[in-house]
């Protein structure tokens, strides 16, 4: 049977590798790139699976004053299916990174 001493020594050791596997996974996740598309694809909304948005691609159709609102509210349903994207995305890659570790039920990381 292990010390005290030597089992505190582990937990420290496997929190500090889990540390670096999420930060590792947190950068990766800004390197994700993912597309919203709203109104069959005449406003599109580039984001990263942190959810920064990189782009808002609009076509030149759309840019019409007299549209003003609806344009507004694909805009807004574009960024929504961006974020969609993007926190599927990010739940993927930090089901990856923690699958393998030996947490007991029922416990849940910070993501």
Same mark, same amino acid.
């Given at each position: 049977?292990?010390?005290?001493?030597?089992?505190?020594?582990?937990?420290?050791?496997?929190?500090?590798?889990?540390?670096?596997?999420?930060?590792?996974?947190?950068?990766?996740?800004?390197?994700?790139?993912?597309?919203?598309?709203?109104?069959?694809?005449?406003?599109?909304? %580039?984001?990263? $699976?942190?959810?920064?948005?990189?782009?808002?691609?609009?076509?030149? +159709?759309?840019?019409? /004053?007299?549209?003003? @609102?609806?344009?507004?509210?694909?805009?807004?349903?574009?960024?929504?299916?961006? %974020?969609?994207? $993007?926190?599927?995305?990010?739940?993927?890659?930090?089901?990856?990174? +923690?699958?393998?570790? /030996?947490?007991?039920? @029922?416990?849940?990381?910070?993501?």
């Amino acid at each position: 049977m292990k010390s005290m001493e030597e089992m505190i020594k582990a937990a420290q050791e496997a929190a500090q590798n889990i540390q670096q596997q999420m930060e590792q996974t947190q950068a990766t996740l800004d390197t994700i790139q993912v597309e919203g598309v709203s109104g069959g694809g005449l406003v599109k909304v %580039r984001a990263t $699976a942190k959810g920064r948005i990189l782009n808002v691609i609009l076509d030149d +159709s759309l840019i019409v /004053p007299a549209d003003k @609102g609806m344009l507004e509210d694909l805009i807004t349903a574009a960024f929504n299916d961006a %974020r969609e994207k $993007a926190d599927a995305a990010s739940n993927a890659e930090m089901g990856k990174m +923690s699958s393998g570790l /030996p947490l007991p039920p @029922g416990f849940k990381l910070p993501f």
